[in-house]
């Protein structure tokens, strides 16, 4: 039998609005709203404009009448795009199928992951919450249709599962509207037929539901029955790596050494990343033992970077993570992945340190310069002076009951 599937749809919670309260610590808590001054309507409320009879789509000049002090702010979408593809990557930590949906939701494929789907929705809606300081809704069960309802049915914050062969069960009270294709005026010629709620379409003989509703009426009773096939469609191929290994010409089981070499291709691949544009948030290191057996780390940083001072450390942890045998090693490489267009930190701007970030910015620039117009050896990190005093590789033993 068939193993059933693990879908996880998140869909965040008054996105554009909470975007603007995450970046702007003073907007958290007040009434605000995204939308056009005059004219236009409120494409996102935060809860505490809600609370106050503010929705979307309202016109923004009735929202200022029920609401003077509501904050309206235009819209941003260079800060949501960036918002959105950052919260987004949290889910490629545990799967590369993902669709996105829009802007705001999107489905994860965790079937075949080590870990329980539950708890893997869990670890990415925490991790979005105190990284990006945003709201979202998460709905988990065997297909699209139910996680997507799961995750809309008590908004804000909704954290359902629908445990597998409880589809039906779960759909059947609610509103025929939750299910696709019926908008207003399918929706009352069902009820017309008596046809309120899901589980009474899901009993309704096909050719009696296809005389109201017509040609919908196959797809409309699958749904109803809690039977959806469709797959999770992944927007777009994974992103390209940066990546660089080094062969010894001895085997080596010097730690300082092999961190030394590790930290040196950080150096040089960070310095394409920077000439790229672009930022990761992914690191993989890689070990060859001498009996050309392979292990392997990865972790993803919390927010993405283009600096190399600020992977060192996990460089350290990574390489005492995949180096489990404590043996002579052969060969180390290191990856970098999950890559972002521009320098995310810098404009996301969600703390104190940005100012401290962005001098570590220019000088790497600086760095970068000086390397680019006298030769890599014309700045040397205390990494590089490890290398040069054991160049030759030396073949030191492990040490003995070292923790790893």
């Known amino acids: 039998m068939a193993r059933p599937r693990a879908i996880v749809h998140l869909d965040a919670d008054a996105f554009f609005a909470s975007v603007e309260q995450a970046a702007d610590p ?3 808590g007040k009434p605000i709203a995204v939308g056009g001054e005059r004219r236009g309507i409120i494409a996102s409320a935060s809860y505490e404009a809600r609370r106050l009879g503010i929705y979307t789509p309202m016109p923004t000049l009735l929202a200022r009448r029920l609401c003077p002090r509501l904050i309206l702010l235009p819209g941003d979408f260079d800060k949501y795009e960036l918002f959105s593809r950052l919260m987004f990557s949290y ?16 489905y994860f494929d965790v079937t075949g992951a080590r870990q329980p789907a539950l708890s893997i929705a869990e670890a990415i809606r925490r991790a979005i919450r105190q990284a990006l300081k945003l709201s979202v809704s998460e709905g988990i069960g065997a297909n699209k249709l139910v996680s997507q309802i799961a995750s809309k049915i008590n908004k804000p914050a909704a954290f359902l599962g629908v445990p597998a062969g409880e589809e039906a069960a779960f759909l059947a009270p609610l509103s025929n509207q939750w299910l696709p294709g019926v908008g207003p005026q399918t929706a009352n010629r069902l009820n017309a037929a008596g046809l309120v709620r899901i ?16 040609r919908l009426a196959p797809q409309l009773r699958e749904f109803a029955r809690g039977v959806d096939d469709r797959p999770v469609v992944p927007a777009r ?3 390209k790596s940066y990546s660089e290994q080094e062969t010894f010409a001895a085997d080596t089981a010097d730690e300082e050494y092999l961190e030394a070499t590790l930290r040196r291709m950080g150096d040089r691949l960070m310095a394409r990343v920077r000439a790229d544009g672009k930022s990761i948030r992914t690191l993989t290191v890689k070990v060859r033992y ?9 972790a993803s940083l919390r927010e993405p970077t283009d600096l190399e001072t600020e992977i060192y450390g996990e460089i350290g942890r990574l390489l ?15 990856k970098l992945s999950n890559l972002y267009d521009g320098r995310f930190r810098a404009q996301l701007a969600l703390d104190a340190s940005v100012r401290q970030h962005e001098a570590r910015q220019r ?3 600086a760095v970068d310069a000086l390397r680019g117009k006298y030769g890599p050896g014309a700045v040397l990190r205390g990494h590089d002076f490890i290398l040069r005093g054991k ?12 923790q790893l």
Do not use: C, H
Request: hydrophobic share 40%; no cysteine.
């Open 237 to 239: 191929a994974p992103a």
């Open 290 to 298: 001498n009996d050309m057996s392979e292990e392997q780390a990865g």
């Open 363 to 365: 000088l790497a620039d």
């Open 199 to 214: 589980g009474q379409i899901a009993q309704t003989p096909p050719r009696l539901l296809e005389m109201v509703v017509g």
């Open 91 to 106: 889910a490629y930590d545990f799967t590369p199928d993902v669709e996105i949906g829009s802007i705001d939701e999107g």
């Open 391 to 402: 160049s030759g590789a030396p073949d030191r033993p492990p040490v003995p009951g070292r």
């Open 26 to 28: 003073r907007l958290r």
């Open 320 to 334: 005492r993570q995949a180096w489990k045998r404590r043996v002579r090693l052969r060969l180390v490489a290191l």
